[in-house]
């Protein structure tokens, strides 16, 4: 499978499976969720922390399990340059990182990862950028009544920026493919 067509793959699941947990589902389907949530995690903190030793960067891993998704962040009490070349320019390495953190829960526990890696606080910071983004784009909207096309982002942040739309009270829909794929915001 080539790394775009794992992406597509990966980004068509995210957009269609991002709903938590069924509240109505039995206890035990509950628990059985949980479980493999947190094996996810835990085989992706081992691949995680195995990569952090080989490459000599300093880093705590963190693993929370929220809203039917492992989250794991790796986080330094001091400014680490490694930790930030982990991230890269508009966080390229973050999203490759991420996705091979993903392959390699994959291959552990044949069960495929909604997993997201977060570094230094990159997607906290990123997620305020993008909501910021949506609010823009939902008042030029309002203001002039037509559609605004968004730059290109990955499925998680069109994610992020479709949720912050439908809040405006505005509609927003993907439009375009692979790395060209991005949001149009508009009035309908």
Request: hydrophobic fraction near 40%; aromatic fraction near 2%; charge should be negative.
């Amino acid at each position: 499978m080539s790394a775009e067509s794992t992406e597509h793959a990966f980004s068509e699941e995210l957009e269609d499976q991002d709903a938590p947990v069924n509240p109505d589902a039995s206890p035990a389907a509950k628990a059985s969720a949980a479980s493999r949530l947190e094996e996810e995690g835990d085989v992706a903190a081992d691949y995680l922390e195995e990569l952090l030793d080989i490459a000599d960067i300093d880093g705590d891993i963190d693993i929370e399990v929220r809203n039917g998704r492992t989250y794991i962040s790796i986080v330094a009490e001091e400014e680490a340059e490694g930790l930030d070349g982990l991230v890269g320019e508009d966080g390229e390495v973050l999203e490759a990182l991420q996705e091979l953190t993903r392959l390699a829960v994959l291959s552990a526990t044949e069960n495929r990862s909604r997993l997201v890696l977060d570094i230094n606080g990159y997607r906290q910071e990123r997620t305020g950028h993008l909501q910021k983004i949506a609010e823009e784009a939902a008042a030029s909207v309002k203001e002039t009544g037509k559609s605004v096309a968004l730059e290109p982002m990955s499925a998680y942040e069109r994610k992020i920026v479709h949720d912050a739309v439908a809040d405006l009270g505005l509609v927003s829909e993907s439009e375009g493919e692979g790395a060209g794929r991005h949001i149009v915001v508009s009035a309908d």
